[in-house]
């Protein structure tokens, strides 16, 4: 897991749940005191107020009913002669053709009346409720109703407030969540730049540069890693002009050796010779004088091969180009080469299609003969070396892969440079030579991933 998202899950861990306790409070207190509120306890008053007038008005009709069945209430009678000077509501009673009816004062109800319809008259019992106006108490418990407690239901203020807090929370959350990515990304970058950076130092590229953007702890050590890079850099190319210099000192020191090693027997044979000669006995040994010929020719024969490792990198042979069938002379190097070698197992993979270049017969055969041999040389005892021919867009060619232990980044930039080896008892001309035919004949070669965990090569050239 990267640090980037380690630092995010820390950070969720570490706010989620106080996060939650505190919506869960904040809720809880502010349910607790709508429940409470006034406007609660208003409504509970108002609907015992009105349950209390209402019981009083049931009991006062009833004792007023009783009494007047009693006669302890004298009756206000409206005798049917005067009926046009009846009050509107007793003439509204006889006309409905009710038997009875109880009727509240107008306009504040402080009085009962209860009227009782005869044959063609109409009695009315009248009691006085006092001070208690039943019509007004209908009424302002209405008002209180429609003002408090209707319009709360119609906007929950409760609910409202809770939705604001939960909102709020989550905008200041979101918002802190999204700072926090932010500086995580902040951190995060250059640290993951860096580790990109090593990657590309570990696989040899020395030029890599990071960009510094600020001069904190995390800048700082940008910085020391462009440092570092940078003295990389100037060590490795220290180091292979001095493995330059080492190996021509080496290549010089070899050849001095050889050429005195040739040079003495030819010395020694050349003072025999005139040692014999002023006795005047060399016309009479004459197989003296083959042997001491076979010696010098052995030896000037030797001295000719050391320089032609030379000549043939510091000289352009002259080109013979004609058509070759690229498959009958990889096959015929490789018969020819691995009798050498009989500890290891050649695998070819020939173009069904014979690939037909144009190139140098002997500088093609001197191509497939030092890869193969390097190949051979890399390769452990009862390990592998794989051939193949190919025929491409840009022309055709072939493919010399090996066991063995492969070629890091430091060897390859260097791999084709005259006088550089890697392996013990190597001039460092064998791949210089090969580049350079390759080149000769319009072609080219470069590494390849090997196929059998060791270096590959292949040569490009191009077809008749």
Excluded: C
């Amino acid at each position: 897991m990267s640090l980037r998202k380690k630092l995010i899950g820390i950070f969720l861990l570490a706010t989620i749940a106080p996060l939650a306790i505190t919506l869960w409070i904040s809720v809880s207190l502010l349910d607790e005191s709508f429940r409470h509120s006034s406007t609660g306890q208003l409504d509970e008053l108002s609907k015992a107020l009105l349950a209390t007038g209402q019981e009083f008005y049931q009991q006062a009709r009833k004792t007023l009913e009783e009494d007047a069945a009693a006669g302890r209430v004298k009756p206000t009678q409206y005798a049917g002669k005067d009926k046009a000077k009846w009050p509107q509501g007793v003439i509204d009673f006889a006309a409905s053709g009710e038997p009875s009816r109880f009727v509240l004062s107008e306009p504040d109800g402080n009085s009962l009346d209860y009227l009782v319809a005869g044959k063609t008259d109409v009695n009315v019992y009248s009691r006085p409720l006092g001070r208690i106006g039943l019509k007004d108490l209908e009424r302002k418990y209405k008002d209180a109703r429609d003002i408090v407690v209707e319009r709360s239901q119609i906007f929950d203020l409760r609910q409202a407030s809770t939705r604001a807090l939960i909102f709020l929370a989550a905008g200041v959350y979101l918002v802190s969540f999204a700072l926090m990515f932010w500086l995580s990304m902040r951190i995060t970058r250059p640290l993951k730049d860096l580790t990109t950076g090593l990657g590309q130092l570990a696989a040899g590229d020395l030029s890599v540069q990071l960009p510094v953007k600020q001069y904190d702890e995390v800048g700082r050590a940008l910085d020391a890693f462009n440092q570092t890079a940078n003295e990389l850099k100037r060590n490795r190319e220290k180091i292979v002009y001095l493995a330059q210099l080492a190996s021509w000192q080496a290549l010089a020191r070899k050849m001095a050796h050889e050429v005195k090693n040739s040079l003495t027997p030819i010395r020694l044979t050349m003072e025999e010779i005139k040692a014999r000669a002023e006795k005047g006995g060399v016309q009479a040994d004459p197989e003296f004088l083959r042997q001491a010929s076979d010696i010098v020719v052995e030896e000037v024969v030797s001295l000719e091969k050391r320089v032609r490792a030379f000549s043939q990198f510091a000289a352009e042979p002259p080109l013979e180009l004609r058509d070759l069938d690229l498959n009958a002379v990889f096959e015929e190097r490789v018969s020819f080469l691995k009798s050498a070698h009989p500890g290891l197992e050649y695998d070819l993979e020939l173009s069904p299609v014979p690939p037909k270049i144009r190139a140098d017969a002997d500088l093609l055969k001197g191509m497939l003969t030092n890869l193969l041999e390097n190949a051979a040389q890399a390769a452990p005892e009862g390990g592998r070396i794989k051939g193949r021919t190919f025929i491409g867009e840009n022309g055709a060619g072939f493919e010399i892969h090996d066991s063995g232990p492969g070629l890091d980044e430091l060897i390859k930039q260097t791999l084709f440079e005259p006088s550089i080896s890697f392996k013990p008892g190597g001039m460092g001309l064998g791949l210089s030579i090969v580049k350079k035919s390759a080149l000769a004949l319009g072609g080219d070669i470069h590494t390849i991933q090997g196929e059998l965990g060791g270096a590959a090569f292949r040569v490009l050239l191009p077809t008749a």
